[in-house]
């Protein structure tokens, strides 16, 4: 490949810049608060915008407020070729998660400058809106958006906790851009992250090669029993949903034990009338169900409402199960994964395949365009947490498999 192969990621930069915009929502325990279209992802926004139009791109916001920063490519006709993450974060979230992939493309961004390297293709830099989900149920709505897997109108009326919806954010914050979500062509993309898992840290390899993603369901678990007095109800006369739902939280373990591969999470139970005398009448639960295979996740589904009827039945209750999100089994595309590849390779770095257990922006991406993800190791295995972290040179090791594997798509991939 001649004078590209000369080119690298200024690792130091990249450093800078992922301790830079960690200042905007910075909590007291080193972690970051960075709800989407806040006023912290605004400010990290405004930055990412400012620091891509220095080096030469246009940077446009689409109707769902992703932000599409653009480097032209030679070639007129062709699609460009994206790189893309997020700039927002779980409440107590990380340093590195999602932001990584954006800042990773910022330095693809630069190498390309500085190496005054022409690609055909555009090469874009994308911040997807709202992909934590943290602020607006579900995650990856505005890819989802983008990929036609959600309405614009269902997206845009997810409403926060204090009753404001994602349309009335976006309107707030400036973000809306007129060029309708999904408007937006793109040849290929790419999406760096750490691993957000402890395998690549085990087995000392710096780059995984996702393969795709693993299936992933979400339900509300309703309980409806009866509230009554804790002093004066007989145990055999109660109709107690919180032990019900205590039972049912257990079989979510037990469905996830009993399945290969399975996991099962409970992550927000409430409890009404939650006084600590009053037996409670009503319980909500959430349920995260997850599997690389769609057959054994459909099986998973089947065991689980059969042992919440089960248990509602023996518990004297009522239960109701609402699906709320349905993420399918996510295979990337052939080329793509091996640019991956013999970017690693090129680079001389230790690399295994991986599946991803967590979700990402790329699982609606690859419904519409070959697509590809790069991981790093993180300390621990870590994620979604204030202790989250990466090295230096991991981060710069994933940045540089990024840039070269864009370079390869660049050569490879014609789509008009």
Known sequence: MGMENSISIDGSQLW?????TARFGATARGGLHRL???????????????????????????????????????????????????????????????????????????????????????????????????????????????????????????????????????????????????????????????????????????????????????????????DSHAGTTPMTMRADAMWAAARMIDAVHGVAMSHKDGLGTVGIVDCQPASSNVIPGNVMFTVDLRNPSDTVLEAMEQDFRARIAALAEDCGVEAVVSPVWNSAAVHFDPTCIACVREAAEEERYSMRDIVSGAGHDAAYMAQVAPTAMVFVPCLNGISHNEAESAEPTDATAGANVLLHAVMLADTRIDAA
């Open 36 to 226: 989407a279209l806040g006023a912290d992802d605004l400010k990290v926004r405004e930055w990412f915008a400012s620091t891509c139009r220095a080096l030469g791109c246009e940077v446009i916001h689409d109707s769902m407020g992703n932000q599409f920063a653009r480097r032209p490519g030679t070639q007129p006709g062709l699609k460009p070729i994206m790189i893309g993450s997020h700039l927002d974060t779980q409440p107590t979230g990380g340093r590195f998660d999602g932001i990584l992939g954006v800042l990773g493309g910022v330095a693809v961004l630069r190498a390309l400058e500085n190496g005054k390297v022409q690609t055909r293709h555009p090469i874009e830099v994308v911040n997807w809106t709202n992909e934590e989900g943290a602020r607006f149920t579900p995650p990856m709505l505005a890819s989802g958006v983008f990929a036609g897997v959600f309405t614009e109108e269902y997206a845009r009326s997810r409403p926060d906790r204090d009753n404001i919806t994602l349309g009335d954010a976006l309107t707030q914050g400036g973000q809306a851009g007129t060029q309708p979500c999904g408007e937006h062509p793109a040849a290929a993309y790419f999406e760096l992250h750490i691993e957000q898992g402890p395998v690549l840290e085990a087995e000392e390899k710096t780059i995984g090669v996702v393969q795709g993603i693993q299936g992933m369901r979400w339900y509300e678990v309703r309980v409806m029993g009866r």
């Open 16 to 20: 800078s810049d992922l301790m830079e």
